[in-house]
């Protein structure tokens, strides 16, 4: 249904055009990764080192088999090749029409089987804010635990947002 394709400069508007609101740029990108409004500028900052044989960090559009239209974003990240780690980050369902599809859980075994099969990761985590439920019951489906909260971790505005921490283990994912 959907396939992971390198995300490039020609897809930054299309990325630009999702986010919409400071909160949702928080959302996708981190507290303090990105300045709202997102920019072509920030983006070629992202993708600068990214997406090369020897990157620690891979971007993705994700594309929709039936149409091949993209309908979504998803980073491979942090990739630390001494400790066999990675952190997905950057998630997106952008296409509204196709949200609530599965979409999300297939994006996320398509970079899961990248991190494990591809650059034989032992560990991938990833930070949720706690109010994302939608978000959080994928990434359990698919096989990642809940490891902990971070309290207020992220300042939004005037408010602070908790985030938790997830991660897989390289044998739990295997097991499935």
Known sequence: MIELKQFESTDFQQLINWINTEEFLYQWGGANQFEYPLSETQLLNYIQNANSEDSNTFAYKVVYKESGSTIGHISLGRI???????????????DKSVRGQGIGQQMIREVL?????????????LGVYDFNAS???CYEKSGFTKEGLHREAAKVGDEYWNVWEMSILENEWFKE
Do not use: C, M, Q, Y
């Open 80 to 94: 630390d090749k001494a400790n066999n780690k990675g952190r997905i980050g950057r998630v997106l369902i952008g």
């Open 113 to 125: 089987s990248i991190a494990f099969e591809k650059h034989n990761l032992h560990r991938v985590s």
């Open 135 to 137: 978000a959080i019951a």
